[in-house]
């Protein structure tokens, strides 16, 4: 009964997960009977030592640490407000749940696709067209997915978009599961809204809270599509991400070898970051 | 995963909708709304409108131009891939993805729940360890483990159909089933196959159905994966033909592309407004997971 399921989820998760070590020791060609070679820890050295690929590599890791640290609070706030406003009767409240959500079945692809025309540069860009207005013709059109120190927050604006209502479905199961009891008996005790908030509400959503924030950290580490699809990683590395310099490597330039000990690097992250907070999630349920 | 609807009970207990709360619904709800509304009208606006900053969001000059364009390429077959092959790659992916997976990780997350073996604990330790591995993170050595099936259908779907996700998901919901269910067929002598098939599946539908919707919005938005498979145009999957367009750097046909996008999102969105129930509820499951 399991040796389907079990088999296919070790021949193509845990197989993989353990054959990048090895490939990350080893010269590979895709396409080609060359044998491979052995360089031992060479690609992770080059991580380190090399003065050009240290520089990308350490400019990845800090993309994807400035993306977690914005997009994991930032998100986690946006979706619990967002799960506070539209719990709630009405049919404009049951319309306005229904858009919050609408981005989370947009692929990647389609949401790159759309912000790609918004955040167009000169004044035809619609983000542009906007700032210039409610600022009475006093903005600068600027080049949003071009500019050095205005890429990163673009990007991370789209993905936020696109992932808020998926968290906020989350936080309503939760906020479901407050009793209403809890709530009664505080309103009893003369609580206004934000200490309702504060005693209530926030307390009832930890556990929510905690899962929220781990699967969006996760996800954090993982960013691609959008990187690889509207900026390349540039302007002057200023997106790229660790998945996109392990992509970029492994199949833009053909070497596996070096895009597996990135991935090796990543697994490592994300297995201690889910240590970490399993440990946190474990002591806060005591 | 027995997480309810909302229960209109239990709605509104945060005092009475004020009107603040209503404005800054509506303000929220545009700026959320806007880029799809963006995308559906600049779809019928020509060239030199979808992209000239706020007259692109009045609709203006508005024609199927574009749509005729891709019908046009629907079923032309040119070196570039037809339109009809997008859309055949990407179904067949999604069923082969969607209806393998529903059989073999419901087996599994039975087996896991109920059966009882040598190594159960440690099989279940690994399932989920490799829930928290993310496919990107083992993309690339599974990359050169299947070149050798590049540009194949099969090769968009082998690593999806086993999930570790999927497997813990049908774990938890037959867990929590009440095992009085089984025992009268037991005691009948009924094995744990037709068990599966006879008294559990008619009682494991929401699971069924929000693994069905959680591994379909993955598989019909992958993008990651068949970049790094195909490179014949007539087996891209949808994503990747989009995503060829919108990686483009020279200034590209906005109307064109947003018409593409449309047709991308169609069947998730006919799919989407049916059940959207149940697609929330699927994802509202998530959240007994951690």
Redesign the interface.
């Known amino acids: 009964m399991l040796v389907p399921g079990i088999g296919l989820i070790i021949a193509f998760m845990l197989v993989p997960f353990f054959f990048s070590i090895w490939l990350s020791m080893h010269v590979v060609l895709v396409g080609s009977n060359i044998p491979a070679r052995s360089v031992g820890g060479m690609f992770y050295s080059h991580m380190f030592s090399d003065p050009i690929f240290r520089q990308i590599f350490f400019r990845s890791l800090e993309n994807n640490a400035i993306f977690a640290a914005v997009v994991v609070p930032a998100q986690t706030a946006i979706a619990m407000y967002l799960a506070i406003l539209v719990n709630r009767e009405g049919a404009f409240v049951k319309f306005c749940r229904t858009t919050f959500f609408l981005p989370v079945v947009f692929p990647m692809v389609l949401t790159s696709l759309i912000w790609r025309a918004i955040l167009a540069p000169g004044p035809g860009g619609m983000l542009n067209a906007f700032l210039k207005l409610i600022t009475f013709n006093h903005f600068t059109p600027q080049y949003w997915l071009g500019n050095v120190h205005l890429a990163l927050p673009s990007i991370i604006v789209l993905s936020i978009w696109q992932g808020a209502g998926f968290q906020m479905v989350i936080f309503l199961a939760g906020l479901q599961g407050i009793p209403s009891t809890h709530y009664e008996a505080a309103q009893i005790d003369g609580a206004n809204k934000w200490q309702l908030f504060r005693d209530v509400t926030f307390p009832g959503l930890r556990n929510t809270t905690i899962f929220v924030v781990m699967v969006t950290t996760i996800f954090s580490l993982r960013v691609f599509d959008q990187v690889y699809l509207l900026t390349s990683g540039g302007p002057l590395n200023a997106t790229s991400s660790i998945m996109y310099l392990a992509v970029s490597q492994a199949y833009d330039q053909n070497n596996v070898g070096q895009g597996a000990a990135l991935s090796v690097v990543l697994c490592f992250i994300i297995l201690m970051l889910s240590l970490v907070q399993r440990q946190v999630l474990r002591e806060r349920v005591d | 995963m027995a997480?309810?609807a909302?229960?209109?009970k239990?709605?509104?207990?945060?005092?009475k909708?004020s009107w603040g709360?209503?404005a800054?619904?509506t303000v929220?709800?545009v700026l959320?709304?806007f880029?799809?509304y963006?995308?559906i009208v600049?779809s019928f606006e020509p060239v030199d409108q979808?992209?000239?900053?706020?007259h692109?969001?009045v609709p203006s000059h508005l024609s199927f131009a574009n749509y005729s364009t891709l019908n046009a390429a629907f079923f032309s077959n040119t070196i570039t891939g037809s339109l009809k092959g997008f859309y055949t790659v990407s179904t067949l992916v999604s069923f082969i993805v969607v209806g393998g997976g529903l059989?073999?990780?419901s087996?599994?997350?039975?087996?896991?729940a109920r059966?009882q073996f040598r190594g159960r604990r440690q099989?279940l330790l690994?399932?989920i360890v490799?829930v928290?591995?993310?496919f990107?993170?083992?993309?690339?050595?599974?990359?050169?483990?299947l070149?050798g099936l590049r540009n194949s259908l099969i090769v968009q779907a082998?690593?999806f159909?086993?999930?570790?996700f999927s497997?813990y998901l049908f774990y938890t919901f037959f867990l929590a089933l009440p095992p009085q269910l089984e025992e009268a067929a037991k005691i009948d002598g009924a094995g744990?196959?037709r068990t599966?098939v006879q008294i559990i599946l008619p009682n494991a539908k929401p699971a069924f159905a929000s693994v069905a919707i959680l591994s379909f919005?993955q598989i019909?938005?992958s993008?990651?994966w068949p970049?790094?498979t195909t490179s014949q145009p007539n087996y891209y999957p949808l994503?990747v033909a989009?995503?060829n367009?919108?990686?483009q750097q020279a200034s590209p046909n906005?109307g064109e592309?947003?018409a593409?996008?449309v047709l991308?999102?169609v069947p998730?969105?006919i799919?989407?407004i049916v059940f959207?129930r149940w697609?929330?509820r699927s994802?509202?499951?998530?959240?007994v997971?951690?």
């Open positions: 997480i309810a909302p229960s209109k239990r709605r509104r207990k945060i005092g909708t709360t209503y800054i619904l929220l709800m959320f709304l880029p799809v963006y995308l600049g979808a992209l000239n900053g706020f692109a969001a059989v073999v990780n087996l599994a997350g039975y087996g896991l059966l099989l690994l399932v490799l928290i591995i993310p990107e993170a083992i993309a690339i050595p599974l990359y050169y483990m070149s082998l690593p159909i086993g999930s570790a497997i744990p196959w599966f919005i019909w938005s993008y990651l970049l790094l994503s989009i995503g367009l919108v990686k906005y592309m947003f593409f996008g991308l999102v998730m969105a799919f989407f959207q697609f929330i994802v509202a499951s998530l959240a997971k951690g």
